[in-house]
């Protein structure tokens, strides 16, 4: 694991493993572990499901991080500090070294997917993440989900920005 992560669900034997260490084991580690494990017994391996969404849900769990996350997310996009949905959607954070791109991806993450559910409804989220598991490409799975709402990678991005910054002037 990367040096700057605090634990590890292993989908194969359904285990956890975390670093000793860790003082927010029961808080933090364990109910986004577990997270990681019941996401990917819903979705599966077969389709190509973006780690961040992956990410995202489990950091969603985390009631303290997701606050925060939602808190810092305003300055952020206003700043032209976030990643696009498109890169966003493929990075595979593991292999980063750079832990301000490391905080932001996962800050991103939970944005992006609090915006979903609380937008357009965890059943919306829901059927978005059964056509990924059902093998449809992201984009194909966001118009299915979302066939009114969201055309594209481009347009969620636009109306995720958008969203993150009427939200802080509030």
């Given amino acids: ?25 029961l808080d933090s580690v364990l109910p986004h572990e577990i997270t990681h494990l019941i996401f990917r017994d819903f979705v599966g391996f077969k389709g190509e499901v973006p780690l961040c969404m992956d990410e995202g849900v489990a950091q969603w769990e985390e009631d303290n991080k997701r606050a925060a996350a939602l808190q810092r997310m305003p300055s952020l996009v206003a700043g032209a500090d976030t990643f696009t949905i498109q890169t966003l959607t493929s990075m595979d954070i593991r292999k980063e070294t750079d832990p301000e791109k490391v905080g ?6 939970i ?15 829901t059927n ?43």
């Fill in 1 to 25: 694991q990367p040096a700057w992560s605090h634990g590890m669900a292993s989908y194969l034997d359904k285990s956890i493993h975390a670093i000793e260490t860790n003082d927010n084991f």
């Fill in 104 to 109: 932001l991806f996962y800050i991103q993450a």
């Fill in 111 to 125: 944005s992006l997917v609090d915006f979903l559910i609380k937008n357009f409804g965890a059943s919306s989220f």
């Fill in 128 to 170: 978005l993440c059964r056509e990924l598991r059902d093998g449809k490409s992201l984009e194909a799975a966001i118009r299915s989900a979302y066939p009114y709402s969201i055309k594209d990678l481009e347009d969620l991005d636009d109306k995720w920005r958008r969203h993150v910054l009427k939200r802080s002037s509030q």
